[in-house]
């Protein structure tokens, strides 16, 4: 087979779980003979290609600075960084690659991780536009974000962490095969992902080229006078529960002097406090105890190799985590033959028989956590030597690369056989059932909408008062590149006033395949509604509603007419949009959503919709009609279970002008609009008004801090002016009354002069 392994991480560096992984599964793979290519991201320093132990290292670019040049490029990674999450740059660059290196030579299979979603737009593009529907991707699920975040009380709800968490269940909805490394992260994902059973598989990770550990009574302690030294490994960070350890821990270091604690890994920024961890732990535990300070040491990174020289010095491992799939460092530890301590919660359960090659406790108990310790370090030395004997042969029989290695090539086999099954029966990647609800297994088929292919269109362009733009808006819709399907414009005047409106309507009128509609105005969802019927009664298929000083590219109704014949269970399909006018930008959203969807537009007006699917939500509804009628219209079709799609290219163009209704929006025109809409929907937003809520105050406050960040420099120079001003009036003031006190003198002196002159004797 050839493989392509997409990850975020890869050496030389310090690395996770998932850069462990990465570095251990591709040499095994060539191992058994197979050709793997690895696509990760560029660092500075390092070489863009490179081969390694048989593996081709391509490293890939996962930013664009912005330069003002406004090319594609630049302006998707000032969308990312602005309104989404970062991960979608280098999900970008990963799709460009792939594509490169499967034309020039095919690849079998795609590996990659949940972590960042490094192929969640091939993914997307493969479900929405068929591309690579051939090429089966699989996610190994090592830690998704959002738990991650959870753990460590950290935001779910920042605009950017909430669509990272979007993009990496979208890639793990849409994978062809799922690898969890434990029953628990199994059972997690069959939960909230909820893929059918054969799609996911129960594989640990391999323990890789870890050396066969030394005499196991050597370095746990003979004597009463040797340092009883515990070992923790792995980021600084609340969700591996250091906390907890540091709680259980405090009590037994001051009871006993011989104990150590040594903690190897990185230190984290608290996310609600300022400063890291490590400080917070510091201060809290050790700032009142100097002597117990110098017996805690933190390490900081290690490299893995050197890591298992500290294992095997150390008396008791400890991994303290309340959340943790799968434990390279418990792993690691137990293949060195240190005795472990370990909270039952992910694999490690699946590790560790208690008693017997290990210990095991309840997770995010401090207080069970001091008792298992205890217990571990006042047990004879027979039974702690025997604990990390048992624990080095399970582990690595458990965890044994051969055995791991052929059930991970049999199980790409298997999906690559069920994957060329399914598109040879449904010729599409399937949408999964999670949209545009999340907490549908992604399973679950949604209702066919309409099997019959669109044959029939109609382009709904609503006018007031806007001329000078819809000749420009009609040459567009004339130009697609469309032949399958028959496209019949209807031009809406909403009772325009302009005497140049009149006479661009006048011109469009002569347009083949243009239906020119005069009504008295009635805003601009009735005008919508109007267009519609006009649309209903010829025979329309599907409804495409652009405002007139829009328009889009050439190739939009061909890709999004193919979208909806391939996907009879799509009610509308949308795409990035480029804004042009006051601003000058993409924007790129996800695929409309709830519960987001409550909580912001995801989608611009020209979406291109079934008739069934227009029907059944009710048209657009007229009570909106000061703000937000297309929002209410997305929402009232998702609402239905129907999804709808988005096509991740900018194939439509928003004018962003001066005058237009939303740039007068105002507080209350807003409101009425929210009223209307939440009135309608009140059953949704009351099943999501949690998350609504939290998504809507994070976006408050990022705006608010955007404008902080964006007005600073202008506060901070008009605040030098003020004090340049007050210099300035204070020094006029100055100069003013010693030129007032010399015109007094020059006076005075004049005055005295004049008095001179007239005492002098007249001579003459």
């Not at 669509?163 to 793990?172: D, F, G």
């Not at 079709?637 to 799609?645: F, R, S």
């Not at 929907?681 to 406050?701: G, I, K, N, P, S």
Request: a negative charge; proline letters at 6%.
């Amino acid at each position: 087979m050839r493989i392509c392994l997409v990850t975020t991480e890869y050496p030389p560096g310090p690395m996770g779980g998932v850069g462990t992984y990465a570095t251990i599964m591709p040499y095994l793979l060539v191992g058994e003979g197979h050709e793997v290519v690895i696509l990760t991201k560029h660092f500075d320093g390092s070489k863009p290609y490179e081969r390694i132990n048989g593996c081709e290292i391509h490293r890939l670019k996962t930013d664009y600075a912005w330069t003002g040049a406004e090319d594609d490029d630049e302006l998707i990674a000032a969308e990312m960084r602005s309104l989404r999450s970062y991960v979608g740059i280098f999900s970008r660059e990963v799709h460009r690659k792939i594509m490169e290196l499967h034309t020039a030579k095919p690849f079998d299979l795609v590996l990659s991780q949940d972590v960042e979603a490094p192929t969640w737009y091939s993914q997307t593009r493969r479900m929405v536009m068929g591309e690579l529907a051939e090429l089966p991707f699989i996610v190994f699920v090592h830690s998704p974000h959002w738990p991650i975040q959870h753990y460590n009380e950290d935001s779910n709800y920042e605009r950017h962490e909430y669509h990272r968490h979007i993009y990496e269940r979208e890639s793990m909805s849409l994978a062809d095969g799922l690898i969890a490394a434990s029953r628990s992260m199994k059972t997690e994902i069959l939960k909230t992902i909820g893929p059918d059973k054969d799609k996911i598989a129960l594989i640990p990770l391999p323990h890789g080229d870890i050396p066969a550990p030394a005499d196991f009574q050597q370095r746990l302690g003979t004597n009463e006078e040797e340092e009883l030294r515990i070992a923790f490994s792995g980021r600084v960070e609340l969700r591996k529960g250091v906390e907890y350890l540091f709680e259980a821990l405090m009590p037994l270091m001051e009871e006993n002097p011989r104990i150590t604690l040594h903690l190897f890994g990185r230190d984290t920024p608290h996310p609600s406090l300022t400063g890291s961890v490590g400080e917070r732990l510091v201060k809290r535990y050790l700032s009142h105890d100097a002597e117990l300070a110098k017996r805690v040491v933190f390490r900081g990174w290690m490299p893995r190799d050197e890591l298992w020289n500290e294992y095997a010095r150390a008396t008791l491992g400890v991994v303290p985590s309340p959340w943790e799939p799968f434990s390279f460092a418990c792993q690691e530890m137990m293949a060195c033959g240190t005795p472990v301590v370990a909270t039952g919660t992910g694999g490690m359960a699946d590790m560790i028989a208690n008693g017997r090659n290990g210990l095991l406790c309840e997770a995010g108990n401090a207080d069970a956590l001091r008792e298992t310790i205890s217990k571990a370090l006042s047990a004879p030395l027979e039974a702690r030597a025997k604990w990390g004997e048992n624990a080095a042969h399970s582990i690595r029989e458990y965890c044994d690369n051969k055995s791991i290695t052929q059930e991970t090539i049999a199980f790409f086999k298997n999906t690559i056989a069920r994957n060329r099954k399914h598109i040879a029966k449904t010729e599409r990647v399937s949408i999964p059932g999670n949209l545009p609800f999340p907490e549908n297994p992604a399973r679950k088929r949604h209702p066919i909408v309409s099997a019959q292919a669109i044959r029939k269109l109609g382009v709904i362009v609503p006018c007031y008062n806007l001329g000078e733009y819809l000749a420009e808006c009609l040459d567009s819709i004339a130009a697609q590149d469309c032949e399958s399907v028959e496209i019949t414009t209807f031009v809406i005047d909403d009772g325009s006033t302009e005497a140049a409106t009149h006479a661009a309507l006048d011109e469009a009128q002569k347009r083949p395949a243009v239906k020119v509609c005069r009504h008295r105005n009635a805003g601009l969802p009735a005008a919508r509604n109007r267009g519609a019927v006009e649309a209903l009664n010829t025979g329309c298929d599907a409804l495409l509603f652009i405002d007139c000083d829009d328009w889009i590219d050439t190739s939009y109704i061909r890709k999004g007419i193919d979208v909806l014949n391939r996907h009879p269970d799509c009610g509308a399909v949308t795409a990035w949009t480029h804004t042009i006018g006051r601003m000058h930008t993409y924007w790129a959203p996800p695929h409309p959503q709830f519960p987001m969807l409550l909580a912001e537009c995801m989608s611009t007006p020209p979406a291109i919709v079934r008739s069934r699917s227009f029907l059944d939500a009710g048209g657009v509804h007229e009570d909106q009609r000061y703000a937000f009628e297309d929002w209410d219209f997305w929402i009232s079709i998702c609402a239905l279970g129907t999804p709808i799609l988005t096509i991740p290219e900018p194939l439509i163009f928003y004018r962003m002008r001066e005058g237009s209704m939303s740039s007068q929006y105002k507080f209350l025109t807003r409101e009425h609009g929210r009223k209307a809409m939440t009135a309608r929907h009140e059953e949704l937003y009351r099943r999501y008004a949690r998350e609504v809520t939290l998504l809507q105050d994070a976006m408050y406050y990022e705006i608010q801090g955007r404008y902080h960040n964006e007005f600073a420099p202008i506060r901070k120079e008009r605040d030098q002016l003020l004090i340049d001003v007050a210099w300035n009036q204070k020094e006029w003031k100055h100069f003013k009354g010693l030129l007032e006190e010399e015109q007094r003198r020059h006076d005075e002196t004049k005055r005295q002069l004049e008095a001179l002159r007239n005492q002098q004797p007249d001579l003459g």
